[in-house]
């Protein structure tokens, strides 16, 4: 069963755009939300996380947003660039210090 | 610091033989992944160890998948005998869970192909 879900498998957006990742969860029990990036022949890398107690955290051109009743996160970048380009995956934790639960991963393109 | 180290990065092999993975996490972090990604499942994740001592191998798909951390700072992963189905990328992970955020850094991974 997958516990943490990107239903998307690609995105495509124009440069100077919005690009919205989306992702949903199914365990209650998960407080902690990360979403990390990846570039071909590269491993993924950090890039925001959120815990449950905020609905709402921002890091320059990305912020992530969290809707616990609905068990939904969304990454914003705003304005996106082609340097964006790259897999994007969220990850999940029940608890700080437990193991991360990945999805499969949403294949950004940013277009010039 | 030059992050988590992985080799080899490609493997090529042939059905039924053993292939080793290596992984060397950074220098004090206490918790150590396993994770294998492929087009399907996405990040998968194997096993983890904190402070060597393997914690959860649920993710291991069977026993032909065995991981060891002898010491701090080196962890293989060894499939025997492999199958095609093992072609995937395998990475490795570590975390200092001392650093008050759930944060792994990642190696750049082992491409195995099995043919």
């Known amino acids: 069963d997958q516990q943490v879900k990107q239903n998307s498998p690609s995105l495509s957006v124009q440069e100077g755009r919005i690009s919205i990742l989306n992702c949903d969860y199914t365990?209650?029990?998960?407080?902690?939300f990360l979403w990390y990036k990846k570039y071909p022949a590269e491993g993924p890398t950090f890039l925001i996380s959120?815990?449950?107690?905020?609905d709402k955290n921002e890091d320059g051109r990305f912020t992530v947003f969290l809707n616990k009743s609905a068990k939904h996160l969304s990454l914003h970048i705003v304005p996106s660039q082609p340097g964006d380009s790259a897999v994007y995956f969220c990850?999940?934790?029940?608890?700080?210090?437990?193991?991360?639960?990945f999805g499969a991963g949403t294949i950004l393109r940013v277009k010039s | 610091d030059a992050g988590v180290i992985q080799s080899p990065r490609h493997e090529v092999t042939e059905m039924g033989q053993e292939v080793t993975l290596r992984c060397k996490p950074i220098?004090?972090?206490?918790?150590l992944f396993w994770y294998r990604q492929t087009m399907m499942r996405g990040l998968e994740l194997l096993i983890y160890?904190?402070?060597?001592?393997?914690?959860?191998d649920s993710g291991m798909p069977e026993d032909r998948f065995s991981a060891k951390m002898p010491n701090a700072s080196f962890s293989t992963l060894k499939i025997q005998p492999s199958e095609p189905r093992d072609s995937a990328v395998y990475f490795c992970?570590?975390?200092?869970?001392?650093?008050?955020?759930?944060?792994?850094?990642f190696g750049a991974g082992s491409r195995l192909t099995v043919l």
């Open positions: 160890f904190n402070n060597n001592v393997p914690i959860d």
């Open positions: 992970a570590s975390r200092d869970v001392n650093s008050g955020a759930n944060v792994l850094t």
């Open positions: 220098s004090g972090h206490d918790y």
């Open positions: 990850a999940a934790s029940a608890g700080i210090g437990n193991k991360l639960v």
């Open positions: 365990n209650s029990m998960f407080d902690y």
């Open positions: 959120i815990s449950s107690i905020k």
